[in-house]
């Protein structure tokens, strides 16, 4: 397909089917060798199935696989692996307590297994290195895996998947979800090292922009179907839009209109708020009627600050106003019952129960309205939560489902439901669109817009263009502090560099 | 809200326990003569309430395993009340007290302090058995019993129910109204479901911990009230009984009915007395009742664990399908 060199892959006519659903549909997928080839699609689109085929996980129902020329079955993750596939998952499953080192050889400690042989913790520790050094990267694989940052465990998880020497073919799924902006820097000049190597990448991600950055070619799914693949110049030369092509409508992500209002009351302020070792001298006012941005890469201590205006967090000195009047919450209780909503940055574990229907969680933030005399008012509370899910448009509209049955889209309307039901006086976002499709993306933005009438919205984000696209007024804040004060004038540039290198130029 | 699946559920329930009392009535007839029903009753009055108490701690997703222990102390306090001319209602109460004091010790150490909570209720267990020895010297306990009255808690009928199963049947509907309609409820489950997203939420979660633990001394004690009842006397190794059918009913019932709560809670004990009851009048010597419990425990654990009851989850669903 899109290399000069030969191909790699050649994934034909391939089928999957899940009860009434076709999952995916006659789908052809070539990589050329030594290819970095981005899969997109929003969520559902087909782009997990295919690899899970691909890795072995799920059979196909229909079409033929070949690798460099041969066909295969690839019924299970072992045939796969012996094909030459090596996979990343999303969230890498790597043991916390042991090093990198040994993470990448976690079973193949010994070059002779045997039963009794002993694990080699040298031998491990320098064959990792040698692995590493063929990369132009340096991270410390003597230090516990618990220990290490975000971007150094990607390396570690990519190096475990690489440990065969036969691998030709990397997955990498959403790799820089978790990822500064700076730490991108290094996985990306890995895959290059690879590529020049010979090994092709599939790329999976929701960041359209690294596509450009990073890929030779892309490959669009849309209802499982592949819709489009181009090299990634053809799409530069031709202008071709590829939200458009992941969409169904021709409407790309779209953020609604900024408000006009400047002077609505005052509802939350923070003054001179810090906490040691997070961040300091943090000050700002939230007011009814617009949207404050705040942009921050991880590790800048955004989300600590999200937690500390919520009570989780205490902080050391500053202080925070409610309505004009001092407050210094001791826990998420106070806070919420003053008025104050966060959305979590982590909506799994902060902020859902997963395993619990929409009705439960929609209402569990405020069980003082859900219940009467403690007892809770079933018919009201399935009412009230129908109605908050077709305002956020839940897809599908199943309040009897577990929350884990939905996409991640979804999953964020329930939390933003349930910050509905509570009726709050602020509600913080704290990336809320990570691993949510453009669909959702842009309804989710309409919603914070919609809630600014009534509420102060803040939204914290490590994704400049959405603080900048959906909020009015806007600050960085760069390894603890800010970068001047919320302004609406702010550029989206100015915005990014005051975040990432600490100062506004241009 | 009553779904298709937990109708299916509740089917396959009534179909197991049908074949299981059947089985026994095959082999003996008096297994179900009124006689013996009223026995199973009492014996699963007993082991319900223990369990009922338990299903909160197992619900906020910690292990309790000092009721038993408390228990004991809970009988020693209402005997040494009783012999000292207490009246009834203030022994009764007294020794529910113990219950509801010494639990709180585990929630705090579990849910404050963050310490192990299988470590923490071991130690609880033999500082409550070590206290029951006070009061006696480890000696039984059944002076002024007959004047008191205690025994009528086993022998008196309300409604033609036994009192015992009267007690168990109002335990259970002020439970289920607790767990399964109140607002403390929705706590309890997520707290133990997603501790940090319910305090997230504004559930306290710390407390409903503490509270779980309380409620599951207290009921441990109601439950050897009875036994103490029956039996006539107080003495210290009156809770060691409790444990494995506790946890056995309270597991089992999860892995029925897809996870912990009150109804299923009663149907794991109902499951469990009716098997030790069978065996008994198989005259299958007592000293195998445990092993049994214990076997049927495994059993309930594998299925409540994640990954095989996920296998379990899809064979319901499928037969769900093809119903």
Same mark, same amino acid.
């Given at each position: 397909?899109?290399?000069?060199?030969?191909?790699?892959?050649?994934?034909?006519?391939?089928?999957?089917?899940?009860?009434?659903?076709?999952?995916?549909?006659?789908?052809?997928?070539?990589?050329?060798?030594?290819?970095?080839?981005?899969?997109?699609?929003?969520?559902?689109?087909?782009?997990?199935?295919?690899?899970?085929?691909?890795?072995?996980?799920?059979?196909?129902?229909?079409?033929?696989?070949?690798?460099?020329?041969?066909?295969?079955?690839?019924?299970?993750?072992?045939?796969?692996?012996?094909?030459?596939?090596?996979?990343?998952?999303?969230?890498?499953?790597?043991?916390?307590?042991?090093?990198?080192?040994?993470?990448?050889?976690?079973?193949?400690?010994?070059?002779?297994?045997?039963?009794?042989?002993?694990?080699?913790?040298?031998?491990?520790?320098?064959?990792?290195?040698?692995?590493?050094?063929?990369?132009?990267?340096?991270?410390?694989?003597?230090?516990?895996?618990?220990?290490? @940052?975000?971007?150094?465990?990607?390396?570690?998880?990519? /190096?475990?998947?690489?440990?065969?020497?036969?691998?030709?073919? /990397?997955?990498?799924?959403?790799?820089?979800?978790?990822?500064?902006?700076?730490?991108?820097?290094?996985?990306?000049?890995?895959?290059?090292?690879?590529?020049?190597?010979?090994?092709?990448?599939?790329?999976?991600?929701?960041?359209?922009?690294?596509?450009?950055?990073?890929?030779?070619?892309?490959? &669009?799914?849309?209802?499982?179907?592949?819709?489009?693949?181009?090299? &990634?110049?053809?799409?530069?030369?031709?202008?071709?839009?590829?939200?458009?092509?992941? *969409?169904?409508?021709?409407?790309?992500?779209?953020?609604? @209109?900024?408000?006009?209002?400047?002077?609505?009351?005052?509802?939350?302020?923070?003054?001179?708020?810090?906490?040691?070792?997070?961040?300091?001298?943090? !000050?700002?006012?939230?007011?009814?009627?617009?949207? *404050?941005?705040?942009?921050?890469?991880?590790?800048?201590?955004?989300?600590?600050?999200?937690?500390?205006?919520?009570?989780?967090?205490?902080?050391?000195?500053?202080?925070?106003?409610?309505?004009?009047?001092?407050?210094?919450?001791?826990?998420? =209780?106070?806070?919420?019952?003053?008025?104050?909503? +966060?959305?979590?940055?982590?909506?799994?574990?902060?902020?859902?129960?997963?395993?619990?229907?929409?009705?439960?969680? #929609?209402?569990?933030?405020?069980?003082?309205?859900?219940?009467?005399?403690?007892?809770?008012?079933?018919?009201?509370?399935?009412?009230?939560?129908?109605?908050?899910?077709?305002?956020?448009?839940?897809?599908?509209?199943?309040?009897?489902?577990?929350?884990?049955?939905?996409?991640?889209?979804?999953?964020?309307?329930?939390?933003?439901?349930?910050?509905?039901?509570?009726?709050?006086?602020?509600?913080?976002?704290?990336?809320?669109?990570?691993?949510?499709?453009?669909? =959702?993306?842009?309804?989710?933005? !309409?919603?914070?817009?919609?809630?600014?009438?009534?509420?102060?919205?803040? &939204?914290?984000?490590?994704?400049?263009?959405?603080?900048?696209?959906?909020?009015?007024?806007?600050?960085?804040?760069?390894?603890?502090?800010?970068?001047?004060?919320?302004?609406?004038?702010?550029?989206?540039?100015?915005? /990014?560099?005051?975040?990432?290198?600490?100062?506004?130029?241009? | 809200?009553?779904?298709?699946?937990?109708?299916?559920?509740?089917?396959?329930?009534?179909?197991?326990?049908?074949?299981?009392?059947?089985?026994?009535?095959?082999?003996?007839?008096?297994? *179900?003569?009124?006689?013996?029903?009223?026995?199973?009753?009492?014996?699963?009055?007993?082991?319900?309430?223990?369990?009922?108490?338990?299903?909160?701690?197992?619900?906020?997703?910690?292990?309790?395993?000092?009721?038993?222990?408390?228990?004991?102390?809970?009988?020693?306090?209402?005997?040494?009340?009783?012999?000292?001319?207490?009246?009834?209602?203030?022994?009764?109460?007294?020794?529910?007290?113990?219950?509801?004091?010494?639990?709180?010790?585990?929630?705090?150490?579990?849910?404050?302090?963050?310490?192990?909570?299988?470590?923490? @209720?071991?130690?609880?267990?033999?500082? =409550?058995?070590?206290? !029951?020895?006070?009061?006696?010297?480890?000696?039984?306990?059944?002076?002024?019993?007959?004047?008191?009255?205690?025994?009528?808690?086993?022998?008196?009928?309300?409604?033609?129910?036994?009192?015992?199963?009267?007690?168990?049947?109002?335990?259970?509907?002020?439970?289920?109204?607790? +767990?399964?309609?109140?607002?403390?409820?929705?706590?309890?489950?997520?707290?133990?479901?997603?501790? #940090?997203?319910?305090?997230?939420?504004?559930?306290?979660?710390?407390?409903?911990?503490?509270?779980?633990?309380?409620?599951?001394?207290?009921?441990?004690?109601? !439950?050897?009230?009875?036994?103490?009842?029956?039996?006539?006397?107080?003495?210290?190794?009156?809770?060691?009984?409790?444990?494995?059918?506790?946890?056995?009913?309270?597991?089992?019932?999860?892995?029925?009915?897809?996870? @912990?709560?009150?109804?299923?809670?009663?149907?794991?004990?109902?499951?469990?007395?009716?098997?030790?009851?069978?065996?008994?009048?198989?005259?299958?010597?007592? $000293? $195998?009742?445990?092993?049994?419990?214990? #076997?049927?425990?495994?059993? =309930?654990?594998?299925?409540?664990?994640?990954?095989?009851?996920?296998?379990?989850?899809?064979?319901?669903?499928?037969?769900?399908?093809?119903?």
């Amino acid at each position: 397909m899109a290399g000069q060199t030969g191909t790699i892959l050649a994934m034909r006519g391939i089928q999957k089917r899940f009860g009434d659903v076709n999952a995916l549909d006659d789908v052809d997928f070539c990589l050329g060798e030594g290819e970095v080839h981005a899969l997109l699609g929003v969520n559902g689109a087909g782009k997990s199935t295919l690899i899970k085929i691909l890795s072995g996980v799920y059979s196909k129902d229909g079409g033929t696989i070949e690798i460099a020329g041969k066909a295969y079955d690839l019924g299970s993750p072992r045939a796969a692996i012996e094909a030459g596939v090596a996979v990343v998952q999303q969230h890498p499953e790597l043991v916390g307590d042991l090093t990198g080192a040994e993470n990448i050889f976690l079973g193949h400690e010994s070059a002779k297994p045997g039963l009794f042989s002993r694990i080699d913790r040298s031998g491990i520790a320098a064959r990792a290195q040698a692995m590493l050094s063929r990369f132009p990267i340096d991270i410390d694989l003597g230090r516990r895996v618990a220990d290490m @940052p975000a971007v150094d465990r990607e390396i570690v998880a990519i /190096l475990h998947a690489l440990r065969l020497e036969n691998a030709r073919i /990397l997955i990498l799924d959403e790799p820089t979800s978790t990822l500064t902006e700076r730490e991108k820097a290094s996985l990306f000049s890995m895959m290059k090292t690879l590529k020049a190597a010979g090994i092709a990448i599939i790329y999976i991600t929701h960041r359209l922009e690294e596509v450009f950055e990073i890929a030779d070619a892309f490959t &669009v799914f849309r209802g499982g179907r592949n819709v489009a693949t181009h090299t &990634v110049k053809e799409a530069r030369e031709k202008k071709i839009s590829i939200p458009n092509l992941m *969409l169904d409508s021709d409407k790309g992500l779209t953020f609604p @209109p900024r408000s006009q209002k400047t002077d609505g009351d005052i509802v939350l302020e923070a003054k001179n708020l810090s906490a040691e070792g997070l961040f300091r001298n943090v !000050s700002f006012a939230a007011r009814k009627g617009e949207i *404050l941005g705040i942009f921050g890469l991880v590790g800048s201590g955004v989300d600590e600050l999200s937690k500390a205006l919520f009570g989780v967090v205490a902080p050391n000195s500053g202080e925070i106003h409610l309505k004009g009047r001092a407050v210094r919450f001791r826990s998420a =209780a106070q806070a919420l019952q003053a008025g104050i909503f +966060l959305v979590p940055g982590d909506r799994r574990s902060e902020g859902l129960t997963m395993d619990e229907d929409v009705v439960f969680n #929609t209402t569990l933030a405020n069980l003082g309205r859900a219940s009467l005399g403690g007892i809770l008012r079933f018919g009201d509370n399935r009412k009230q939560a129908a109605a908050l899910a077709a305002k956020v448009d839940l897809q599908p509209p199943k309040l009897d489902r577990a929350l884990r049955g939905f996409s991640g889209g979804n999953q964020q309307k329930v939390v933003i439901a349930k910050g509905l039901y509570r009726q709050a006086e602020v509600y913080i976002f704290v990336e809320p669109t990570v691993g949510v499709d453009i669909g =959702a993306r842009s309804k989710i933005y !309409s919603l914070m817009r919609e809630i600014s009438r009534d509420a102060a919205v803040i &939204v914290i984000s490590s994704d400049c263009d959405e603080v900048h696209g959906v909020a009015d007024r806007t600050v960085a804040l760069y390894k603890g502090a800010p970068i001047g004060a919320p302004d609406r004038a702010t550029t989206r540039d100015q915005l /990014l560099s005051a975040g990432i290198m600490g100062e506004m130029t241009a | 809200m009553i779904s298709g699946r937990l109708i299916i559920r509740l089917l396959a329930f009534i179909a197991l326990v049908a074949v299981i009392a059947g089985l026994f009535w095959t082999q003996n007839a008096a297994f *179900l003569s009124e006689g013996n029903i009223r026995a199973l009753m009492r014996h699963m009055s007993v082991q319900g309430l223990a369990a009922l108490g338990l299903t909160f701690v197992i619900v906020v997703r910690q292990f309790d395993l000092s009721f038993p222990g408390v228990a004991s102390l809970g009988a020693m306090t209402l005997g040494w009340l009783i012999a000292s001319g207490m009246p009834l209602s203030v022994a009764v109460c007294g020794g529910l007290a113990a219950g509801i004091a010494f639990g709180p010790v585990n929630g705090v150490a579990g849910a404050r302090l963050a310490l192990p909570d299988i470590v923490t @209720p071991l130690a609880t267990r033999g500082l =409550a058995i070590g206290f !029951s020895y006070f009061y006696s010297n480890g000696t039984s306990i059944s002076q002024n019993f007959f004047m008191s009255g205690i025994l009528d808690l086993n022998d008196r009928k309300i409604l033609g129910l036994d009192m015992p199963f009267a007690i168990l049947m109002a335990a259970a509907i002020v439970g289920f109204v607790v +767990l399964h309609a109140s607002r403390f409820g929705r706590g309890f489950y997520a707290t133990g479901e997603n501790r #940090t997203s319910a305090r997230f939420s504004g559930i306290p979660t710390r407390t409903l911990i503490v509270a779980a633990f309380a409620i599951c001394g207290m009921m441990a004690c109601l !439950s050897i009230t009875l036994l103490v009842a029956s039996s006539g006397a107080a003495n210290v190794t009156a809770g060691n009984q409790l444990l494995m059918p506790a946890f056995a009913a309270v597991y089992l019932g999860a892995a029925l009915f897809g996870r @912990p709560s009150v109804g299923a809670t009663l149907a794991g004990t109902l499951m469990m007395s009716t098997m030790l009851n069978g065996f008994t009048l198989l005259a299958i010597p007592y $000293y $195998y009742s445990d092993a049994i419990v214990s #076997t049927v425990l495994i059993a =309930a654990i594998a299925l409540f664990d994640p990954r095989v009851s996920g296998l379990f989850r899809t064979l319901v669903a499928k037969k769900d399908k093809t119903a």
